[in-house]
């Protein structure tokens, strides 16, 4: 993976940088960590400046979890029951869930946005149900990119004080990637097969 990324950064410098933040965050399996750890090598280089770096990257991760965000605002709270009624058992989830974690979201949802952006796989799932409970636009917003950015800074720095080694990162986060999907794989395929209906799970 790592080279068609590292032509991508070499072709369209921060432009790249930003466009592949916006697809990692739309598509998780292309792994921030090595995009911006690259970026942070190329500052170490000379070939790009940190602040504009930083600039790129965070907001390429805002607006790719603003397509998550506006999935969930425009699906919306209340269409989602009939959905989570049918299709509940497949989607391992319960109603009485949906309503737990709604109760989570009002009461700590800067919070959970802010804390998941620093979580594999989870910093974009978390922007579906921010938009499915309406959170506010601009406190999504503030919360994302701040994450976002303190993110960033470390990759980048990681990146910046070890040099072309991070670029072999790749080596190690495609297995650790795999064994992740592995896991949500498994769990869902443990609460799929254990399921069982409650009176208000059916139609």
Known sequence: MSDWVVHLIDAGGYWGIALLMVLENVFPPIPSELIMGIGGIRVGQGKMDVVPLLAAGTIGTTIGNLF????????????????????????????????????????????????????????????????????????FVIWTTG?????????????????????????????????????????????LFTWKSEPRDRP
């Open 68 to 139: 998550w965000y506006y999935l969930g605002l425009c699906l919306g709270y209340a269409r989602l029951r009939p959905l989570v009624e049918r299709y509940g058992r497949w989607a391992t989830l319960r109603w009485r869930e949906v309503e737990w974690l709604e109760r989570i979201f009002l009461r700590h949802g800067d919070k959970i946005v802010f804390i998941f952006r620093f979580m594999p796989v989870f910093r974009t799932i978390v922007s579906l149900p921010a938009g499915l409970f309406a959170m506010p636009f601009w406190r």
């Open 147 to 191: 994450g976002a950015l303190i993110w960033n800074v470390i990759l980048v720095g990681a990146g910046y004080y070890l040099g072309v080694r991070f670029a072999r990162i790749d080596d190690y986060l495609g297995p650790l990637t795999n064994i992740a999907v592995a896991f949500l794989v498994v769990g869902y395929l443990w609460r």
